[in-house]
């Protein structure tokens, strides 16, 4: 059997794929590209709207980006970092946008003001603090702060309503935060890819194994699971954007910089409410403080979502363990991914980290009334018939050896490549699917580094992200000449017709 030959294969119909794919169409629109998805739907996996929260990670309402000091101090560098890279995201998707690429905006992304709440002395007094450090910044100056209940009840009416008028509250908000369908906005790329000269998807496809040729290229073996068929791809790039089973293929690819890696798998679940009279009186996403002992992405948040054009609230995550991967995955996923180089890493995160073992079991058999509970912390209304437990995606955390030699986990999303640039691999899911473009560009400076310096490419990825190369940290008046585009591009600035109405 002879194997097909092509410049890169993609591996996973996932948002981070699409957006490699993307980008490299534009930058060479020349480049012979294969997708490879195992399902027979891409999007189908923690990058479905259903799957994720679909927030615009940007450290608007996430506390957990702002940790407190022992002295009291808030660090706001993450939020900042986080902040500045989902600009790059609303850059490329105005680009795309603005060239007809993807479709009217509303169709992936819609305006959704960013909140935090809390409540008790201390978390006002620590909610304060950030407020102060943050707005003092450029990329946040429009953060506002309020500690005034009717204040607060014009922000979040479903939250305020019959709440204890004795409980010290506060919130802050930023109005252009936004609610994004990631599901939506990885089809249109894939449906506009697919129909590109030198592009191909192959459904149904999973990737089994893969080795690199003495000649540097990458054979690809896969089967088509329409005819039980195996087929060969060979290629001089892959990138393995397979979300939960990219660090499986990583291993397979033995490749030196995978050696030691391992995974921690997180379930997640939500509670979901449809009901027009109770969507429509919240509008916002509003994020509040994890319980003690529970991991950053089980932060509990009231969102108002739009999927598929529809709209609905969501309140969770509640987070759960499995051994599976991928949430269409296998139950022995954790247990086939343990290597002589990763089981003592893997072993010491397990039993340094109990507490969160011991916390997402416990979450695991909540009962519908406790989960309930958690959410009348912040709607104390909620009528529990109203509430329906849904699945959410399946998050991979990272494990690798720390400087101290010892396992350590890991909440953020790293890039695995090659030294020779002819593989990369996308692990962990935090900030996840909002910074997906910050880290196809991490992937592409890797491993396409030779050509991104070339002047064409240059010039084109400034067409594609005009604020590439330059810090939106620390440049002011580039962040109000980015930010006042995409803002206009994508309909974040438009008001609500109840704030027109206000206003
Ligand atoms: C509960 C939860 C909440 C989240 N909330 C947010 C949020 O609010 N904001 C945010 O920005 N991000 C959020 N994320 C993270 C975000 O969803 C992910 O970072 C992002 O979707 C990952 O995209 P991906 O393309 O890497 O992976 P996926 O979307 O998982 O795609 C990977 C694809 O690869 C395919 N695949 C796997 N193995 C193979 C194989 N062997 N061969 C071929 N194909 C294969 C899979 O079928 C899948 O389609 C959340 C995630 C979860 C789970």
């Known amino acids: 059997m002879t194997a097909r030959q092509a410049d890169v294969v993609l591996v996973g119909g996932g948002v981070m794929s699409a957006t490699l794919g993307m980008m490299l169409r534009q930058l060479d629109p020349s480049l012979d590209i294969v997708m490879v998805e195992r399902l027979d739907h891409v999007a189908h996996e923690s990058t479905d709207g259903w799957n994720n929260a679909g927030t615009g990670h940007a450290g608007y309402c996430e506390l957990n980006y702002t940790p407190e000091t022992d002295d009291g101090d808030v660090q706001i560098e993450r939020a900042l970092n986080i902040n500045a890279s989902f600009e790059l995201s609303l850059q490329f998707w105005s680009y795309l ?5 993807l479709p009217e905006p509303s169709k992936f992304i819609n305006p959704t003001p960013h909140e935090s709440f809390v409540w008790g002395e201390k978390d006002v007094a620590f909610l304060r603090k950030r407020h102060e450090k943050l707005s003092n910044h450029h990329l946040f ?6 500690e005034s209940a009717d204040t607060l009840r014009e922000w979040m009416p479903l939250i305020m309503s019959n709440r204890d008028p004795n409980q010290p509250v506060a919130a802050t908000r ?24 030198n592009f191909e998807l192959l459904l149904n496809h999973p990737v089994k194994t893969l080795a690199q040729r003495d000649n540097g290229r990458w054979k690809v073996r896969l089967k088509d699971e329409n005819t039980g068929e195996t087929k060969k791809i060979e290629a001089g790039f892959v990138f393995l954007g397979a979300g939960g089973g990219a660090l499986p293929l990583l291993q397979k690819s033995e ?9 921690f798998p997180v379930s997640g679940q939500w509670l979901v409410c449809q009901k027009p009279d109770v969507v429509k009186r919240h509008h916002a996403k509003v994020y509040g403080k994890a319980p003690m002992g529970a991991p950053p992405m089980s932060v509990p948040h009231l969102d108002t979502r739009i999927i598929n054009g529809e709209p609905a609230l969501l309140f969770g995550p509640f987070a759960g363990f499995t051994t599976k991967f991928l949430k269409q995955g296998s ?3 954790l247990f086939s991914s343990v290597r002589g180089g990763n089981i003592v890493p893997m072993m010491q995160v397990g039993k340094g980290n109990m507490d969160l073992t011991r916390y997402l079991i416990k979450e695991v058999f909540q009962s519908h009334n406790a989960r309930i509970e958690s959410l009348r912390n912040f709607f104390p209304d909620a009528q529990e018939q109203n509430w329906k ?26 890039i695995v490549a090659a030294k020779d640039g002819s593989l990369a691999a996308l692990l962990g899911a935090s900030p996840g699917a909002s910074t997906a473009v910050n880290a196809m560009v991490d992937v592409l400076e890797r491993c396409f580094g030779d050509r991104l310096k070339t002047p064409e490419w240059q010039a084109r990825i400034r067409e594609l992200i005009p604020s590439y190369g330059q810090s939106l940290v620390d440049d002011a008046e580039l962040l109000n000449t980015v930010r006042s585009r995409t803002l206009a591009t994508l309909g974040l600035n438009k008001l609500k017709e109840s704030e027109k109405e206000e206003a």
């Open 97 to 101: 946008v603005e060239k007809n690429i």
């Open 141 to 146: 100056r429009e953060m506002e702060f309020t």
């Open 174 to 197: 930023v109005k252009h935060g936004s609610d994004v369908d990631f599901g939506s906005l990885t089809r249109s790329m894939v449906d506009f890819l697919k129909d590109q000269p």
């Open 255 to 263: 490749i030196e910089e995978s050696k030691g890696y391992g995974g």
């Open 331 to 333: 139950v022995f996923d």
């Open 389 to 414: 437990l849904q699945t959410a995606g399946q998050r991979v955390q990272i494990i690798k050896k720390s400087d101290d030699g010892r396992g350590k986990l890991e909440f953020g999303t790293e």
